[in-house]
């Protein structure tokens, strides 16, 4: 199985801070990465598919990069509504696997 | 507008055997591979299980593989989980989603409860 670490695992920021979450697959995975973002008592809600692509509806102050092994979700201005759980994905192959989650949090 | 609802949750002791069903609408629901992805309270996103368009292939984790039958009916726009042999470390909220590896719609979800 493919493993997938993030990190860090939490973060506390202030609004209008850059933020960056990084996720390492334990093999490459060509752009096979998604990533999501959830909220307390919510559904995920993707965000970024094929490692760099953004989701329908999504505000473009999202970005994710990366290929191989190493990405990267960046958030450029954080907004009040941002401050949640965020996920990383690989669809590669089966099984499907999650990192473990990065909560940002407000400072 | 994609609408995922779930239904069948509840309150199981270990050993026993559970249902899921999943209602689609707002989509051709026989175009998409559809998933079930679950999450233990306070824990992270765990994959479950998905199906074939056309139900000819089903894929599932290793930690539910040989207990958990995932299935659906394209005629009713429905999509199921048959959880067998439950064990308390199945404890979770069950999200029905569709897509098989990016997961572009989410259900909301019923909690599952495993416990004596």
């Known amino acids: 199985d493919i493993q997938m670490t993030q990190s860090p695992s939490s973060l506390s920021a202030s609004v209008g801070d850059r933020v960056t979450i990084t996720c390492r697959a334990s093999?490459?995975?060509?752009?096979?990465l998604n990533w999501y973002q959830q909220k307390p008592g919510k559904a995920p809600k993707l965000l970024i598919y094929?490692?760099?692509s953004l989701q329908s509806g999504v505000p473009s102050r999202f970005s994710g990069s990366g290929s191989g092994a190493d990405f990267t979700l960046t958030i450029s201005s954080l907004q009040p509504e941002d401050f949640a759980t965020y996920y990383c994905?690989?669809?590669?192959?089966?099984?499907?696997?999650f990192g473990q989650g990065t909560k940002v949090e407000i400072k | 507008e994609v609408q995922l609802v779930e239904s069948g949750g509840g309150l199981v002791q270990p050993g026993g055997s559970l249902r899921l069903s999943c209602g689609a609408s707002?989509?051709?629901?026989?175009?998409?591979?559809m998933s079930w992805v679950r999450q233990a309270p306070g824990k992270g996103l765990d994959w479950v299980a998905n199906?074939?368009?056309?139900?000819?292939?089903?894929y599932y984790g290793d930690s539910v593989k040989g207990r958990f039958t995932i299935s659906r009916d394209n005629a009713k726009n429905s999509l199921h989980l048959q959880m067998d042999s439950l064990r308390v470390e199945d404890t979770a909220v069950y999200y029905c989603?569709?897509?098989?590896?990016?997961?572009?719609?989410w259900g909301q979800g019923p909690l599952v409860t495993v416990s004596s």
């Open positions: 989603v569709r897509g098989g590896g990016k997961f572009e719609y």
């Open positions: 707002g989509f051709i629901f026989s175009n998409f591979w």
């Open positions: 199906i074939k368009e056309d139900g000819s292939e089903t």
């Open positions: 093999q490459t995975i060509s752009t096979y």
């Open positions: 094929a490692a760099s």
């Open positions: 994905q690989q669809n590669y192959n089966v099984p499907r696997t």
